[in-house]
């Protein structure tokens, strides 16, 4: 089924697209700067988004470098993407591939402070080191047309933390080849987060 919301591209659209699932996503492993493939799910899932956003017609388009992310764009259509690392997904450091589930199980308040951005892993980036790497990617944007970002979980939790005040804690990780949208300007407002169909027509 289709979402519709009513978009106004003068005023500046934000098209956040997380990676399709990777191979340690589907194990459940947690990634951060880890580069692991797409899975044969993750790589239909960046093709459908590819179909979703066919009719776009983008002033800029970048990627976070990790492979996941690149892969992504390219069965999007996008071969020529600009390539910036600052969109890269928060460095997670020792926890790096281990499981998600082990680590809450191991304890639960150590992975809530981080998950709310509290606290870091040990030789993991702190939060306030993520933060100002998006800051600094996304301060130079333009506030009128479509803009696309191939990027991560963490990197699309924060950009809404940074550009609409949403508090981490409170926001669920984006699905796997996912669009979350924001209307940028001077009154960033978010149109949909997470959502794997929507109805981009007439924004060319």
Request: aromatic letters at 8%; glycine letters at 12%; charged letters at 20%.
């Amino acid at each position: 089924m289709w979402n519709t919301v009513p978009l106004r591209a003068e005023s500046g659209l934000l098209f956040l697209v997380r990676h399709g699932q990777s191979t340690w996503n589907a194990e459940g492993k947690l990634q951060g700067q880890a580069d692991p493939p797409l899975t044969p799910e993750g790589e239909n899932q960046a093709a459908s988004m590819g179909r979703l956003l066919a009719g776009v017609q983008f002033h800029d388009a970048v990627c976070s470098d990790l492979q996941r992310a690149r892969r992504t764009a390219l069965l999007m259509g996008y071969d020529r993407i600009h390539l910036d690392p600052r969109w890269r997904e928060i460095d997670v450091g020792a926890w790096s591939g281990r499981s998600v589930d082990a680590l809450q199980a191991e304890d639960q308040d150590v992975w809530r402070s981080w998950w709310s951005g509290r606290s870091s892993p040990p030789g993991g980036e702190s939060w306030d080191m993520f933060h100002a790497r998006l800051a600094e990617a996304l301060a130079g944007f333009p506030r009128e047309g479509a803009t696309l970002v191939v990027t991560h979980g963490a990197v699309i939790r924060v950009t809404l933390s940074l550009l609409l005040g949403f508090a981490l804690d409170g926001l669920a990780p984006p699905p796997s080849g996912s669009l979350t949208l924001i209307e940028t300007g001077s009154g960033p407002r978010l149109r949909v987060y997470g959502a794997t169909s929507y109805n981009v027509e007439g924004l060319r």
